[in-house]
């Protein structure tokens, strides 16, 4: 499954809609986001259709990240049927993010 952007318009269909969806807040001028986005292909390879992976730029869609409590980025939420279930705040591994997400799956 590739990862897909959602916007505030498009957050309730994308995230909000079931099944367990990764949520990275993020936005273009953030060192540490950038950094995590090639960990979160990897993640979305090897875990495959059991977890949706979706990026929200929080400059673009403030809404959503004011709606959740993002204070600084990368923030990455588990939604878990469209009610978040754990948050994770900073830079993490591959190996930290299956876990977390393992947890919800």
């Known amino acids: 499954m590739a990862i897909v952007n959602v916007s505030d318009d498009s957050f309730k269909n994308e995230v909000e809609g079931g099944g367990t969806v990764l949520v990275d807040f993020w936005a ?10 090639p960990v979160l292909e990897e993640l979305d390879k ?3 259709d059991g977890l949706k992976i979706a990026k929200l ?6 809404e ?3 709606r ?6 990368p923030t990455l ?8 279930v754990d948050k994770i705040v900073g830079f993490q591994s591959k190996d930290a993010l299956k876990n977390v997400v393992g947890r919800h799956m």
């Open 28 to 37: 273009p001028w953030c060192g540490p986001c950038k950094m995590i986005a």
């Open 46 to 48: 090897e875990v495959g």
């Open 57 to 62: 730029n929080v400059d673009d869609n403030p």
């Open 64 to 66: 959503s990240a004011s």
């Open 68 to 73: 959740f409590g993002v204070m600084s980025i």
């Open 77 to 84: 939420i588990v939604f878990k049927n469209g009610e978040p």
